[in-house]
């Protein structure tokens, strides 16, 4: 059933549809939120946010304006951003277990310098980078959730990359 | 761009994992949320709406005709 029919069902009163919904985009939810937060405590509940903002906000929703996927990724967005006025900005880290879990005694250093530019990137910067190159969105698709024209996802992505890379070069000097 | 790049990055992709149970979760609360969603209807579309426009359309015309009527008779 596509997202549209969902909809109307949940709207004509049949609420369980709306669990098809969650489960079809609960990872492109939590990949919003961790773009922002990474592993803070807070993901869990701003991903429940978003979709509940949804839910409240279903009969709002205008399929000709763009897509569910958009709409939603939209909403997760602004909560993060409030959220982020809140409280202000958390590294996007990694659990520490599996970051002790993932990483050689070779890579760990090299991947905490790497984690740690990251989280020094503007915010704008850092979640076209994590939604793009580590979540595998669509440049398109951000710029819809970003509110921004696709070139200037493009660009954040490219700057975010350029500024990583430059910390590999010693390293890829090394290497060869 | 180095394998090491490629590896970092492949270790930030396993944190995208949902936690077990939260479509539950989400679920449960969506059954408390008091503003559940319904399908909004314009007020033109709404029955009393509707019923009212009918019987305004229907008292004017028999108005039109009775004046009508009158003026006729009148002359």
Known sequence: ?176 | MSDAYERWIERRRRTVDVPDGFADRVMEDAAVVESAPERVVHWLDRPWVQVAAWVAAFFALTVRMVVAGALFLSS
């Open chain 1, 1 to 176: 059933m596509d997202d549209e029919a969902l909809i109307r069902a949940v709207l004509d009163g049949e609420r369980r549809s709306f669990r098809v919904l969650v489960e079809r985009y609960e990872g492109l939810v939590f990949a919003i939120v961790r773009s922002f937060f990474g592993a803070d405590d807070r993901v869990e509940d701003l991903a429940q946010e978003a979709f509940l903002g949804a839910y409240a906000g279903l009969a709002g929703f205008r399929p000709d304006r763009g897509s569910f996927a958009t709409w939603l990724g939209q909403i997760a967005r602004n909560r993060c951003r409030d959220a982020l006025r809140r409280r202000p900005a958390v590294a996007p880290s990694l659990p520490d277990e599996e970051q002790a879990a993932s990483s050689s005694s070779d890579d760990a250093e090299l991947f905490e310098r790497l984690d740690d530019a990251l989280q020094h990137l503007p915010v704008e910067r850092r979640v076209a980078f994590l939604l793009v190159e580590v979540h595998e969105l669509p440049h398109e698709q951000v710029a819809e959730i970003e509110g921004v024209a696709s070139g200037t996802v493009r660009s954040r992505v490219s700057r975010a990359r350029a500024e990583l890379r430059a910390l590999l070069e010693p390293e890829m000097e090394t290497d060869a």
